[in-house]
């Protein structure tokens, strides 16, 4: 089996980045959020959770989003 470099791993890095990033962009377009304000909390350090619940409590999308970013 071959070693994985450091140079390898930090390739990758960006990849999941990305993959994790599409995924919250999913949930939040999902849970109602307009593609603009999903877009700027999926890439945010904003909990996901958080953002999901003060919509199914009856927040605005843009109430939201100025509460977690």
């Known amino acids: 089996m071959s070693e994985i470099t450091e140079t390898q791993l930090e390739d990758t ?3 999941e980045q990305a993959k994790v990033e599409s995924w919250r962009l999913h949930i939040l377009i999902e849970a109602g959020f307009p593609l603009p304000l ?6 945010s350090e904003a909990d996901l959770h ?7 409590q009856g927040c605005s999308p843009a109430t939201a989003a100025e509460i977690l970013l």
């Open 13 to 15: 890095r960006p990849n």
């Open 38 to 43: 999903a877009e700027k909390l999926a890439v």
């Open 50 to 56: 958080e953002c999901v619940d003060l919509l199914r």
